[in-house]
């Protein structure tokens, strides 16, 4: 079956600007997480969703941030007032369930590469 | 702090030989860990996984051991294959969400 998906592959932008990106998780996954990869470093939690809301959002890095997954699959990122810093690649995965009880394993789509000039 | 740590940046072995990727954590906390690998531009793909009540498991090539009282895990590839040049990340869960080493790269030369 397809794995997880995420538009668009490469997103360049200017300082300042709004960006979207989306991931498409694997299908009947009710788990979606969100982490940015910069260069040199392993991925880094950003968020967590279990069905529509979002369980954990302790990664997010400020109030620039914020995503969503209004109907418990598809999930947006969302950067406003994109900065510099924010330059990293966007990772997004999913898992059939979360939570310490399950040993479910995260699978990862391919990334969002995002510059900001 | 980095919790997870893999003070090896890169690693070169020949075709055939083992390769032995490593891994230290601080946390005893963390229930289990698992090993992915990355090639550019592409996302990291799952290789294997630990529980933190096993010191071992095996898949094909591949096996993963943990020491819990010295917070070491590492990853055995034997044996070693071209293909599996790729960037090898080190994970530990920590309730709901993965914390990731800065990887090793490794380079399976002929």
């Known amino acids: 079956g397809a794995g997880v998906s995420q538009t668009p592959s490469n997103k360049v932008t200017e300082k300042g600007k709004y960006v979207e990106l989306r991931c498409d998780p694997i299908?009947?996954?009710?788990?979606l997480y969100w982490y940015r990869q910069s260069l040199g470093q392993g991925p880094e939690f950003l968020i967590y969703f279990q069905g529509t809301g979002a369980a954990d959002d302790s990664g997010l890095p400020n109030d620039r941030f914020f995503a969503v997954r209004p109907e418990g699959s598809v999930s947006t990122l969302k950067i406003q007032r994109t900065e510099r810093g924010d330059s990293a690649v966007y990772l997004c995965?999913?898992?059939?369930?979360?939570?310490?009880?399950?040993?479910?394993?995260?699978?990862f789509g391919p990334g969002t590469r995002l510059t900001v000039l | 702090d980095q919790q997870v740590k893999q003070n090896s940046p890169s690693l070169s072995v020949q075709e055939g030989r083992i390769s032995i990727l490593n891994c230290d954590y601080t946390n005893s906390m963390f229930d289990y860990f698992l090993w992915y690998k990355k090639y550019p531009a592409e996302g990291p793909t799952f290789l294997i996984s630990?529980?933190?009540?096993?010191d071992k498991n095996e898949d094909g090539r591949f096996t993963v051991f943990l020491n819990k009282s010295a917070k070491h895990l590492s990853l055995h590839i034997v044996p070693s294959q071209p293909g599996d040049s790729a960037v090898y990340f080190c994970?530990?869960?920590?309730?709901?969400?993965?914390?990731f080493g800065t990887g090793t790269r490794l380079q399976v030369f002929p």
């Open positions: 995965a999913s898992s059939l369930t979360a939570g310490v009880i399950s040993e479910d394993t995260q699978y």
């Open positions: 630990i529980s933190s009540i096993k």
């Open positions: 994970a530990a869960r920590d309730t709901d969400k993965l914390i």
């Open positions: 299908s009947g996954h009710t788990a």
